[in-house]
T-cell receptor
Framework: GAGVSQTPSNKVTEKGKYVELRCDPI?????LYWYRQSLGQGPEFLIY????????DSGLPNDRFFAVRPEGSVSTLKIQRTERGDSAMYLC???????????FGPGTRLTVT | GENVEQHPSTLSVQEGDSAVIKCTYS??????FPWYKQELGKRPQLIID?????GEKKDQRIAVTLNKTAKHFSLHITETQPEDSAVYFC????????????FGDGTTLTVKP
């Protein structure tokens, strides 16, 4: 079946602009996660959804970052007033439940110029 | 919060030799420890995981050991092959907050033919 997909695969934006990154989880997966990965480092947890609600958003770096999952499937990570330090690979993952294996998407590479 | 340290950062072995990667964690409440393989430009993929109720798990050439008392766990790859070359990440999480996986910074494994 289809895996986790993310769009766009690459996004270049100017400092100060607003961006939206989309994640389509595996069908039927109730848990969805967002991570940020900088070069040479492991994925860094941002936020985790169980169904439609954010079960844990403690990894969001500041209030410029926000994520939604209105129907319990597709999720959008929103970044306002982007800064150069936001440049990274943003990874989405989903799992059947929070107790199951996480499957990662291919990521969106965000570059803020 | 949880802190995961991973060593070594780079590892080079000859084809057929064994490779060992070690991780330590700080939160004694962590009870789920997955290992991911990430090839260049690709998404992380789960290769093996272990829960805290067992000390060792094996899957063909890959094994993971866990020492809860010392709070460390290790990945063992035997009979390495060039296709094992990749970045390997360990992670730790707690069942009740399984979304919040904390990753190590990765080990770049190179298997020389």
């Amino acid at each position: 079946g289809a895996g986790v997909s993310q769009t766009p695969s690459n996004k270049v934006t100017e400092k100060g602009k607003y961006v939206e990154l989309r994640c389509d989880p595996i069908s039927g997966h109730t848990a969805l996660y967002w991570y940020r990965q900088s070069l040479g480092q492991g994925p860094e947890f941002l936020i985790y959804f169980q169904g439609t609600g954010a079960a844990d958003d403690s990894g969001l770096p500041n209030d410029r970052f926000f994520a939604v999952r209105p129907e319990g499937s597709v999720s959008t990570l929103k970044i306002q007033r982007t800064e150069r330090g936001d440049s990274a690979m943003y990874l989405c993952a989903s799992s059947l439940t929070r107790l199951h294996e996480q499957y990662f998407g291919p990521g969106t590479r965000l570059t803020v110029t | 919060g949880e802190n995961v340290e991973q060593h070594p950062s780079t590892l080079s072995v000859q084809e057929g030799d064994s490779a060992v990667i070690k991780c330590t964690y700080s939160d004694s409440a962590s009870n789920y420890f997955p290992w991911y393989k990430q090839e260049l430009g690709k998404r992380p993929q789960l290769i093996i995981d272990i829960r805290s109720n067992v000390g060792e798990k094996k899957d063909q050439r890959i094994a993971v050991t866990l020492n809860k008392t010392a709070k460390h766990f290790s990945l063992h790859i035997t009979e390495t092959q060039p296709e094992d070359s990749a970045v390997y990440f360990c992670a730790a999480s707690h069942n009740t907050n399984a979304g919040k996986s904390t990753f190590g910074d990765g080990t770049t494994l190179t298997v020389k033919p």
